[in-house]
């Protein structure tokens, strides 16, 4: 503990030298109870790197192509359904056909479902970072 105590100090005035509008001093202390170890680091540098003005540079609109999932109705269609006929005996042990149903046209409804699908779309342009 004498070793922060005596250190400390030492890193403050490390601090205060040079002008503070351009340095950067950073200190970190470390003390690690039960092996006794102590870390000590220091780090100068020019505060302009870390306070250099962001510029914008201004990405103009333009037309992307993506992949959009899209819903697709179902369709409707018609089907034509065979007339049923079956083969029926009459009391005298005779076989013939006998028209059961008549033919018929039956609409069908296929489901719907989600498709993707690549679209063109429109992204505005704005202001960006490099």
């Not at 340095?23 to 680091?41: A, Y």
């Amino acid at each position: 503990m004498k070793l922060f105590n005596v250190l400390l100090p030492a890193f403050a005035a490390l601090a205060l030298v040079g002008r503070a509008d351009a340095q950067v001093v950073s200190i970190g202390l470390n003390h690690r109870v039960g092996h006794g170890s102590i870390s000590l680091g220091f780090r100068f540098g020019d505060r302009r790197d870390a306070c250099r003005p962001a510029y914008r540079v201004w990405s103009p609109g333009h037309y992307e192509c993506r992949d959009q999932s899209v819903w697709v109705p179902g369709e409707c269609r018609r089907v034509w359904v065979e007339p049923l006929i079956e083969w029926r005996t009459d009391y005298r042990g005779c076989s013939r056909q006998v028209l059961v149903r008549a033919g018929y046209w039956e609409s069908v409804r296929t489901p719907g479902r989600y498709e993707t699908r690549r679209v063109q779309v429109w992204v505005e342009g704005c202001w960006t970072s490099p």
